[in-house]
């Protein structure tokens, strides 16, 4: 099996100490909770049904150690189970019923692997007898989910599941991380056997990538040593593979400035000097300027995705590229690239780093800081209530030591370009996907992940998005989470409606959310939240405070922002990256 196969398959048969008679018998509803607690899982977020009743009458009996979440959407439950994986490194678990509730489930599933999300998801299933028969609620839930899954596994034999449960966490973790669905059919879980979780997991045909070839970093060393006008490109697989401070070092050893993939904001902190924030559609003049002008692209963990390149035929004409990944499917997949080295990029950073030697930089970084100056990130200051401005007051009000979750459209993109992210870990967004309705349950799953360690966790929406998860206020409620939720309220699909003025001759079909948009502050407090709204641009950082007192339950902070804001600068869909729309108005509008 491959590392990113995507063909369920009945486990392997159980060893003989699995089988053995002295150990006494479970069911598999408590085999299923004992290995759970074996693997370490601290949150289970799910909801019951017919098929997992089992399961959840042996919680109940049993109190396991990991606390379970109950959802009010399987959807909303998945992308909890996200955001707590990305701000924690750690596997997100789901457990929802058959048919309904595992279809629910697709929406997060695919979201998770578009953006290399280790996830394991337990759906209940009818019984094997009645697989195929259309039985109630039967879904074939591997099929359905074949193609937006790492793996997949249907558990036939009780005896099996212990060492499924164990190859699903460790599919789900390594090489590529990625989403695990296990399928339960419903006599499985009422069946018994002895119980025995084992310790290692070897599954043929999957192997754990590690170091680069070694000929192939010497190469890329010999390339940064030769370069006039290097760029590292980083993305997302640099975080997860916990290369952050690796790439920091390395960067700083060779005065290579660095720009990030919006998955890989926070794998390099942005107030550095060597910093030229986000490239692509919505990316930083500079940093587009610089890929167009490098005479070397040093790709980390990031896939050449057709945000970050637009026209390709157009994309870094002048660069060499080196291009370290754990993938091999992404590979020269959109771009060829000169010197592939496939391997953990964390690793594949410290060979790097022991060949590498200082240079003087000092034109380049000069040129780039020339870009900077020319066409900086910048909004216009005219007594309206803009949305960048809050962006930027509630970097203000953390320090940027918060972990910012953001939904899908302009609210995400003036997430990306305001805030300045300096840690990995703090800025978590659907980026594969795309999915509106992303932010808040994922930033639910994220403020369970920080409990323990305090950080503050916002959630930034837009009046659209917000609603489309809307129910899982009431959960963060009943947590007494101390979740902040920005509402970025423009009474429009923002994004959408920037594309109809700028490219639609200002047709704005069904983009208007103003008939049908509720009092978000009547809303919060009906969900046992508290509920802020803000209209005035004196009036921000007051309404921040005010959110940051409330300390035992959520915040809602509905700011009504200009409904004809856009987001610049924009690289047209099918343009080159240095074909940008820049700002329409001039620094002075700034001041």
Not at 238 to 252: F, M, R
Not at 255 to 261: A, D, E, G, K, L
Not at 432 to 460: E, K, N, Q, Y
Not at 580 to 591: G, Y
Request: charged share 20%; with cysteine.
């Amino acid at each position: 099996m491959s590392q990113q196969a995507h063909t369920a398959q009945t486990a392997t048969a159980p060893s003989a100490d699995m089988t053995a008679t002295d150990r006494p018998l479970a069911t598999g509803a408590e085999i299923l909770i004992r290995s759970l607690e074996a693997e370490g899982v601290e949150y289970v977020f799910g909801h019951p049904g017919g098929a997992v009743i089992a399961i959840y009458d042996e919680m109940h009996r049993l109190q396991p150690s990991f606390e379970h979440i109950l959802v009010r959407h399987e959807q909303g439950g998945t992308h909890a189970a996200e955001g707590y994986a990305k701000a924690t490194g750690k596997v997100g678990t789901v457990l929802v019923t058959s048919g309904p509730g595992a279809t629910n489930c697709v929406t997060g599933i695919a979201d998770a692997y578009m953006d290399s999300i280790p996830l394991v998801v337990f759906t209940g299933q009818v019984p094997t007898h009645l697989i195929g028969n259309d039985a109630f609620q039967e879904c074939d839930t591997i099929g359905v989910t074949r193609s937006i899954t790492k793996h997949s596994f249907l558990v036939r034999d009780v005896t099996e599941l212990a060492a499924t449960v164990k190859k699903a966490y460790h599919l789900a973790r390594t090489g590529r991380p990625g989403p695990v669905v296990v399928d339960l059919p419903k006599d499985v879980i009422a069946a018994r056997a002895p119980f025995h979780y084992p310790e290692n997991v070897q599954i043929r045909g999957y192997s754990v990538i590690g170091r680069g070839n070694v000929d192939q970093v010497r190469k890329a060393a010999d390339m940064i040593a030769a370069s006039k006008k290097p760029l590292f490109y980083v993305g997302g697989g640099t975080i997860i593979s916990g290369g952050a401070e690796k790439l920091t070092a390395l960067a700083h050893k060779t005065s290579i400035p660095v720009t990030t993939t919006l998955h890989g904001l926070g794998s390099f902190p942005e107030t550095d000097p060597l910093s030229v924030g986000m490239l692509g559609m919505h990316g930083t003049w500079y940093a587009n300027m610089a890929v167009q002008n490098t005479d070397l692209l040093i790709a980390v963990g990031a896939r050449f995705d057709d945000r970050v390149t637009g026209k390709i035929e157009a994309w870094a004409p002048h660069a060499r590229i080196i291009h370290i990944d754990i993938d091999p499917a992404c590979i020269s997949k959109n771009i060829p690239v000169d010197c592939p080295i496939l391997g953990d990029v964390s690793m594949v950073l410290d060979q790097l780093e022991e060949l590498v030697q200082p240079a003087d930089r000092s034109d380049w970084l000069g040129q780039i800081a020339a870009w900077r100056e020319e066409c900086p990130l910048i909004f216009e200051r005219d007594g309206a209530l803009r949305p960048q401005q809050v962006v930027q007051a509630l970097r203000g009000k953390t320090n940027g030591e918060a972990v910012v979750v953001t939904d899908v459209g302009q609210n995400q993109m003036w997430g990306a370009q305001f805030f300045s992210y300096v840690h990995p870990r703090s800025h978590i967004t659907s980026g594969g996907l795309g999915t509106m309705g992303f932010s808040l349950p994922a930033a639910m799953g994220a403020a369970f992940g920080m409990r323990t360690i305090g950080r503050d966790v916002i959630s930034i929406n837009g009046d659209g998005g917000v609603l489309m998860n809307i129910q899982e206020l009431g959960v963060a409620a009943a947590h007494k989470l101390p979740l902040k939720v920005v509402i970025l309220n423009n009474n429009f699909l923002g994004m959408v409606r920037q594309w109809q003025e700028l490219f639609h001759e200002e047709r704005y079909s069904h983009t208007n959310l103003e008939p049908t948009n509720p009092d978000f502050v009547k809303l919060a407090e009906a969900f046992g939240c508290v509920g802020l709204q803000c209209t005035d641009p004196a009036d921000v950082d007051s309404t921040l405070d005010a959110a940051w007192e409330i300390t035992d339950r959520p915040v809602v902070m509905d700011f009504r922002v200009i409904t004809e804001e856009k987001v610049f600068p924009m690289v047209p869909a099918g343009a080159a990256t240095d074909n940008m729309i820049t700002a329409q108005f001039s620094p002075e509008d700034c001041a």
